[in-house]
């Protein structure tokens, strides 16, 4: 009996510890499989972080050098970066983010020319909307007033936001040819490119500010200044690199053609992006209408500074994602697909654990490196833990968002973040800050309210997700794209 259990056993046990092709069982090219989606990830968040750090660090430097100039010139630069930031900026990159599904999944699907096309429909799309912002722009004064800002600080950031008008079309050209790139896995000639350009920036501010006599006003110049440098040097690149050879075949008319299905993503896209940094620009705004004004919109404004510079990390993990699930969606593999997206939340995870650790361990002298004042340092201290807190939800809300632009969820996503942030967040924020009387504090613990919500929604969406009729979506969308060519002629 004993030999008939042991021959039974031996006839059973090959089956389950069988190797699988080239002696690797299915645990270890699971494995595999895991590890090189990491890689793939790593390789692609690095540089994108880079990017982000070195081209939000232009507008800083500009606002530094003025900072020199007295606190007048200060006020006004740090209100015209801000109102720029509102009106122009983030609607820029709010569109031009629709190109990460759109071209992301062509670059799967290989039908690689369709990309340059969605690039040139993209940029003309965002010129076009550059226009009425530039008029904005030029009355940033007369709007600064009429909203009830000081009558000096609007004069001079009017000036600046003047001088800033050419950086507006620069900066819509910058960010589709940043996504024609990125989703093609062309992440290092960015950052190459972005690094010149804030090396030179320093030199131009220092001559424009200086040397020149503009003061303020050369800073705002300066700007201008790199981000056609940025533009001209990543147009040289896909002009010339082999690289971009299939992916840019030069101008043609079909980008006139199927704008609709542009904007048709490109318009939520806008309003996700939005929604989501103009609730953080309100709780600046509300800051002023607390007890102790100027103590609270310091603390609130480091605590934004900070909290921003952090935010990079998980932004560029969102880039990173957005593009392998784009890919993969259009190369109609949804399980690589379904994979990229777990290993983004458990580096997303791991990520806002380390750096929230190390917000919370520097707590206690972080502020000295804004400000001199024991009652701001102690102030920041309070603050620290609690922004660990929302850096952590952020970089969960930021990958899932990155899915959500992989796929072309971009409705979904703007529902979502007007739920969270319109009908949660601002309304938690004026009920801690201004009826309970928690202060900022309570501004921030408003922002966590919504980014629970926005977490949840965004997760839930995720899972319940049928990732092979996505990538038959992603299909569909690839070829309702391509235009016969009678139709063009």
Known sequence: ?????????????????????????????????????????????????????????????????????????????????????????????????????????????????????????????????????????????????????????????????????????AYGLLQCLIRFLQTQNIVFPMMLSSGVTTLVHILICWILVFKTGLGHRGAALANSISYWINVLLLVLYVKFSSSCVKTWTGFSKEALHNIFTFLR???????????????????????????????????????????????????????????????????GRPESARLAVRVVLVMAITEGILVGSVLILIRNIWGYAYSDEIEVVRYVAIMMPILAISNFLD????????????????????YVNLGSYYSVGIPAANLFAFVLHIGGKGLWLGIICALVVQVSSLFIVTIRTNWEQEAKKATERVYDSIIPMDIVS
Request: contains cysteine.
């Open 1 to 169: 009996m004993e030999r008939e259990q042991g021959e039974e056993a031996s006839l059973i046990s090959p089956l389950i510890q069988i190797p699988e092709e080239n002696g690797i069982t299915r645990d270890e090219r699971q494995k595999n499989k895991v590890l090189e989606e990491v890689t793939k990830q790593l390789w692609l968040a690095g540089p994108l972080i880079s990017v982000s750090l070195l081209q939000y660090s232009l507008q800083m430097i500009s606002v530094m050098f003025v900072g020199h100039l007295g606190e007048l010139a200060l006020s006004g630069a740090s209100m015209a970066t801000s109102f720029a930031s509102v009106t122009g900026f983030s609607l820029l990159v709010g569109m031009a983010s629709a190109l990460d599904t759109l071209c992301g999944q062509s670059y799967g699907a290989k039908q690689y020319h369709i990309m340059g096309i969605h690039m040139q429909r993209a940029m003309f799309v965002l010129l076009l909307v550059s226009i009425p912002l530039a008029i904005i722009w030029a009355n940033t004064r007369s709007l600064l007033i009429f909203f009830g800002q000081d009558h000096d600080i609007a004069t001079e950031a009017g000036e600046y936001a003047c001088f800033m008008i050419p950086s507006l079309f």
């Open 395 to 414: 970089g969960l809300q930021c990958v899932l968002s990155g899915t959500a632009r992989g796929c072309g969820w971009q409705k979904i996503g703007a």
């Open 265 to 331: 993503l490109a318009i939520p896209s806008a309003v996700m992006v939005c929604l989501e940094m103009w609730s953080f620009e309100m709780m600046v705004l509300l800051s002023g209408l607390l007890p102790n004004p100027t103590l609270e919109t310091s603390v609130l404004s480091i605590s934004l500074n900070t909290a921003a510079t952090v935010w990079m990390i998980p932004f560029g993990l969102s880039g990173a994602v957005s593009t392998r699930v784009s890919n993969e969606l259009g190369a």
